[in-house]
């Protein structure tokens, strides 16, 4: 599976951005689409995560800012991130899980730059 991220940038505190990010490419069904972000010095960590049957969880850090929705027709997700802090500065990444007819299958994109200064 290929994915691609988009609408990362520069905003200042407590700015929004949307990301998206479009699947295309898989020879098995998505199960699962999330985000994460990896800030300087950190370890990777899941931002928001939705299933295929509308299931969604979010870290603790970002409830009530960020939402995640997903347009299954396209294979795209988005994340809305409101209400941003400096904090939130990070590289984010798509990330999908598959179902294969033996286990599970998954998909890295390659990025995208979220950062959060005035």
């Known amino acids: 599976v290929q994915l691609v991220e988009s609408g990362g940038g520069l905003v200042q505190p407590g700015g929004s951005l949307r990301l998206s990010c479009v699947a295309s490419g898989s020879r098995f069904p998505i199960y699962a689409m999330s985000w994460h972000r990896q800030g300087p010095g950190q370890q990777r960590e899941m931002v928001a995560r939705i299933t295929n049957s509308g299931s969604i969880s979010y870290a603790d850090s970002v409830k009530g800012r960020f939402t995640i929705s997903r347009d299954s027709a396209n294979n795209t997700v988005h994340l809305q991130m409101n209400s941003l802090k400096p904090e939130d500065t990070a590289i984010y990444y798509c990330?999908?899980?598959?179902?294969?007819?033996?286990?599970?299958?998954?998909?890295w994109g390659q990025g995208t730059q979220v950062t959060v200064s005035s």
């Open positions: 990330y999908a899980d598959l179902k294969t007819p033996t286990g599970w299958a998954d998909g």
